[in-house]
């Protein structure tokens, strides 16, 4: 467990240049990981006109049920849990670096996190750490030696599926039906981390890669919880 310090987000959270969409492959990349997007995968978002928006603080966070033992299970599996999110309202001024800072070292202790990583940019700065684009994991997979193929991304927006598609990963919706662009295929189509969390670790996700690492377009899988 990796403690985020107070006062600001960790330097590693934010690329200051160009990446590849590849993670580099001169080192063992053994390690399997479970990336989860914040705001409404771990917690509530609030919804305005059926768009979401994250809490205004740690004193508003509330966790979604079923989140701390779908992580527990992930970890016991041997799954690293990745947090990788944007947080663009502390680029648009209105959200607290302090603050926010607050809330992940909060998700990172409770949840037992392995690492939080963080894009604090609004898509003005147009930087490489921002979903869709996939500097967050692909800086998560060198710290901790990924090998994304054998990993999956859990998020609720188009940004997080097409940010673990380029990343490599298998990636995995939880579809609240925003008044929002649509994901493209292929992904898993689930209704809360602790439905991705039985998927994941009991039936498996979508089919078996083509070789050079291509699944087949156009698949979805639709699941109902239990």
């Known amino acids: 467990y990796r403690a985020l310090p107070d006062r600001a987000l960790p330097d590693r959270a934010l690329p200051d240049r160009?990446?590849?969409?590849?993670?580099?492959?001169d080192r063992a990349m053994t390690n399997r990981a479970v990336f989860l997007d914040r705001d409404g995968v771990i917690n509530r978002v609030v919804l305005r006109e059926g768009k979401p928006y994250p809490p205004s603080g740690i004193g508003t966070l509330r966790l979604l049920p079923g989140v701390r033992e779908a992580c527990r299970s992930l970890?016991?599996?041997?799954?690293?849990?990745?947090?990788a999110t944007n947080q663009p309202d502390i680029a648009r001024g209105t959200a607290d670096v302090t603050e926010v800072s607050t809330i992940h070292n909060y998700l990172q202790r409770y949840l037992r996190l392995t690492d939080v990583k963080v894009c604090p940019h609004d898509d003005a700065a147009e930087c490489d750490c921002r979903k869709p684009k996939p500097g967050?994991?692909?800086?998560?997979?060198?710290?901790?030696g990924i090998d994304l193929a054998a990993s999956y991304f859990v998020g609720d927006r188009w940004r997080d599926v097409e940010a673990g598609q380029r990343a490599g990963c298998r990636a995995v919706f939880i579809d609240y039906?925003?008044?929002e662009k649509r994901p493209e295929a292929p992904f898993l189509t689930v209704r809360s981390l602790r439905d991705a969390a039985f998927r994941i670790l009991e039936e498996g996700l979508l089919e078996p890669k083509q070789p050079g690492g291509k699944t087949p377009a156009g698949k979805t899988i639709e699941t109902r919880e239990t």
């Not at 970890?75 to 947090?83: C, K, S």
């Not at 967050?136 to 901790?144: K, S, T």
């Open 177 to 179: 039906h925003y008044r």
């Open 75 to 83: 970890r016991e599996a041997g799954f690293l849990l990745i947090l």
């Open 136 to 144: 967050l994991l692909l800086a998560a997979a060198r710290d901790w």
């Open 18 to 25: 160009a990446l590849p969409d590849r993670a580099p492959t």
